[in-house]
Every structure is written in C-alpha cells, then in structure tokens.
C-alpha cells in the first residue's frame, strides 16, 4: 500500500474555519502530490512537493495552500474553508521505476463544508 | 489546456466476457499512461502502465497503446463480478512532469 496514510479520515467542518490534512509516508519518497476528486470532474492536482520545503501549484490550488516541513509529512491547509472545498482528497507519492514513475494514492479524507 | 478522455459508461458486461476501456489524451508529447481501478469509496489502485506503442499484458489485463492515434486501452479478459468498479485513465505529460491528468472514469458493471 506504499506506506501512505492520511489523516483525518473523515472531517465535517463548517464554513471559514481552518482545516489542515496531513499526508503521511514512511518510504522516503521525494515526491508527494495532493489530488481532489469531485463527481463530474475527476481526480485534480490541487499541489504538490518535489523535495523538503520545496512545493508548487497545481491546476485547482486557490484556496489551498501546502507545507512540507520533513520528509515523510505533507500538510493540506484550507485557510478559511468554503462548501466549494466539499471533496474527497488524496494525497500521492511517486515511486521511481523502470521506464516510468508510477503513483500511488493514501486511502483519503473525506471532507464536507458546511 | 491538456485533456484525457474517458466514455462515462457504464458499460455493463457478463462474466466471463472481455470488457474494454479506452481513453484518448490530447497532448502528443504524452509519454507514459496509467490505468487504475478505483471501488465506490476507495481509493485509486494501480493496475496497468504503458509506455511503449503496442500491448502489455499482465495476468487479465492488457493495456494497449497506439501514439499515432492518440489511444489508449485496457482490455478486461474473463471478466469477473469483483472487476466491477470505475477505470481510470492517466497520463503523465513528460517524464520531468509534476503530476497525472486524469479522465473522468469508466463505470463497468459485470454481472454474474
């Protein structure tokens, strides 16, 4: 299952708090991506981390931002959360191979704005 | 704006029969393409990739790839109730690429 969990699983939350997702591994990978998925427009790349301290958007980042502070955890952080952010969100790592990198998803949070 | 294509479906087989999927992706410079089986409620799984123009097969599973057309499958062989679940289709722009541009999903349904 590549080491990957997420936490927390499940989160109700009304909205303009502030909700954080982590992203946790335990492979060492250098990779770490996170995806929202959303009836009628599949999985997007909301950020992601190519190193420690080092992150970038993605296509659906407004409203979004990230911190990766070690290796293994990649912290999801909605400022002041809205019932467009309603989702289920998967975090990913990427896994070095031969021919290809492949990716592989945590088990996901998810998450309803009030 | 990149793009991967996906028939909804769903597309409804019996068992034992082949169920076939297609995706087609809009950017020719695509290099590498992925195909995961995602339950209602879980998360998606790994099951195919291909890089190469032609077939790869692995146990029921062929993944097939044609560049020139822009077109990629995967072929379900013997189809089993338990292979009920939503396909997705993934495409990896470059190998120096940030992330995968997913379709939207095939819906297959086999029934016993």
């Known amino acids: 299952d590549a080491g990957i969990t997420q936490s927390p699983r499940h989160k109700v939350t009304e909205t303009g708090t502030p909700v954080t997702l982590r992203c946790h591994q335990t492979?060492?990978?250098?990779?770490m991506y996170w995806y929202r998925q959303d009836p009628g427009h599949g999985l997007r790349l909301i950020h992601y981390?190519?190193?420690?301290?080092?992150?970038d958007k993605g296509e659906v980042s407004d409203g979004y931002s990230v911190s990766r502070s070690k290796t293994e955890d990649f912290l999801l952080t909605l400022e002041s959360a809205t019932s467009s952010q309603t989702s289920v969100y998967f975090c990913?790592?990427?896994?070095?191979?031969?021919?290809?990198?492949?990716?592989?998803f945590g088990p996901g949070t998810r998450l309803t704005v009030l | 704006q990149k793009e991967v294509e996906q028939n909804s479906g769903p597309l409804s087989v019996p068992e034992g029969a082949i169920a076939s999927l297609n995706c087609t992706y809009s950017?020719?410079?695509?290099?590498?393409f992925f195909w995961y089986r995602q339950y209602s409620g879980k998360s998606p799984e790994l099951i195919m990739f291909?890089?190469?123009?032609g077939d790869k097969e692995d146990g029921r599973f062929t993944a097939q790839l044609n560049k020139a057309s822009q077109y990629v499958s995967l072929l379900i062989r013997d189809s089993q109730p338990s292979d009920s679940a939503t396909y997705l289709c993934?495409?990896?722009?470059?190998?120096?690429?940030?992330?995968?541009?997913f379709g939207k999903g095939t819906t297959l349904s086999v029934s016993s």
């Open positions: 990913a790592i990427r896994e070095p191979g031969q021919g290809t990198d492949t990716q592989y």
């Open positions: 492979e060492n990978h250098r990779y």
């Open positions: 981390s190519y190193g420690v301290k080092d992150t």
């Open positions: 950017d020719r410079g695509s290099q590498s």
């Open positions: 291909i890089y190469s123009n």
């Open positions: 993934a495409v990896l722009a470059n190998q120096a690429g940030t992330a995968l541009i």
